[in-house]
């Protein structure tokens, strides 16, 4: 059983950053893929990013390449996604996805489906 608990959210003006933590605990997080996903209202959840354990590979939705970038560190149990650049589209809920299973492609990686364990979301709002 993995637990995961997001924080950093919070208001921001467009062009500002943001920072968002998960905390893992409960399973080997070192072996563990780590995603973001976030939801806005009326919306259905959509992949962020993901980074694998193995390498360290990292995916991103093309409407965040190059504004978002996710890390881990392993020691912390802790996953990251430093958000620049915001814009008033990325509003929404985001939440702290995981798994032990990796896949070859990227497709897979973005899919709801490929996650066992979510947290319960931080908020992000980014006034335009």
């Known amino acids: 059983q993995v637990q995961l608990v997001e924080s950093g959210g919070g208001w921001v003006q467009a062009g500002g950053s943001l920072r968002l933590s998960c905390a893992a605990s409960?399973?080997?997080?070192?072996?563990?893929?780590l995603g973001w996903f976030r939801q806005a209202p009326g919306k259905e959840r959509e992949f962020v990013s993901v980074?694998?354990?193995?390498?360290?590979?990292?995916y991103y939705a093309d409407s965040v390449k190059g504004r978002f970038t996710i890390s881990r560190d392993n020691a912390k149990n802790t996953v990251y996604l430093q958000m620049n650049s915001l814009k008033f589209e990325d509003t929404a809920i985001y939440y702290c996805?995981?798994?032990?299973?990796?896949?070859?492609?990227?497709?897979?990686?973005?899919?709801?489906?490929?996650?066992?364990?979510w947290g319960q979301g931080t908020q992000v709002t980014v006034s335009s």
């Open positions: 980074i694998t354990w193995s390498s360290g590979r990292t």
């Open positions: 409960g399973s080997t997080f070192s072996r563990l893929v």
């Open positions: 996805a995981a798994d032990p299973r990796e896949y070859l492609g990227s497709d897979l990686y973005s899919r709801t489906g490929s996650y066992g364990y």
